[in-house]
């Protein structure tokens, strides 16, 4: 949906970098969330925020931070990349905690 | 978090046979079920839900049933099609957000 977008929608980088991915959403909805899709893991949590400056942790949180001063923007930051954190983001939002949309997805390769 | 078992990983079925996979919870007190559809490359959608005060709901070819006192719910889907061929999730909501089962990839041979 046009509503949801991520970006980058694919990044590389080197072990120790800081990474920050973008989720912007034009529906003012007030729920968004952050999950890591891994094979064999499925959609796991790392982070959501239910409204402007109110954010908490998910299932997977550690090494990552998130902000939420905007309702429309929800960025995850990655301070120092590891190898395990290679994977696909996906953010999420919806009016509440169900009916989630999610964007598209960043493929993250940390190398 | 809510824990959710979802079986089988994987499904292979001919085209115009039914897929049926399974998703069982802990918490007596959940009381919403999605599905989503995930097909390749592409980003998970919701394709159908339904709440506890229910006990099956149909959407054309798909539908979820949900048996409360066993704890489990269901997705079916009837006359199979290739463009059915994806990865499905389950979900339950846990706290403040939905907790997804690993996945099952289904595939729809001709």
């Known amino acids: 949906d046009a509503g949801i977008t991520q970006s980058p929608r694919y990044k590389i980088t080197e072990t120790g970098r800081q990474v920050t991915l973008m989720c912007h959403q034009t529906w003012s909805h007030s729920y968004m969330f952050w999950y890591r899709q891994d094979l064999g893991h499925g959609l796991r949590l790392i982070y959501y925020s239910a409204a402007a400056d109110i954010t908490d942790k998910g299932e997977v949180p550690d090494g990552y931070v998130v902000s939420r001063s905007k309702t429309e923007n929800f960025p995850l930051t990655l301070e120092s990349a590891t190898r395990s954190q290679t994977s696909v983001y996906f953010c999420?939002?919806?009016?509440?905690?169900?009916?989630?949309?999610f964007g598209s997805g960043t493929q993250l390769s940390v190398l | 978090g809510e824990n959710v078992e979802q079986h089988p990983s994987t499904l292979s079925v001919q085209e115009g046979d039914s897929a049926v996979i399974k998703c069982t919870y802990s918490?007596?007190?959940?009381?919403?079920f999605p599905w989503y559809k995930q097909e390749l490359g592409k980003r998970p959608q919701l394709i159908i839900d339904?709440?506890?005060?229910?006990g099956e709901k149909k959407d054309q070819r798909i539908a979820v049933t949900l048996n409360k006192t066993a704890k489990h719910f269901s997705l079916h889907i009837t006359e199979t099609q290739p463009e059915d061929s994806a990865v499905y999730f389950c979900?339950?909501?846990?706290?403040?957000?939905?907790?997804f089962g690993k996945g099952t990839s289904l595939l729809v041979t001709p």
């Open positions: 999420a939002t919806g009016q509440g905690r169900e009916k989630l949309f």
């Open positions: 979900a339950v909501v846990s706290g403040y957000a939905l907790n």
């Open positions: 339904i709440r506890s005060n229910v």
């Open positions: 918490d007596s007190a959940s009381n919403y």
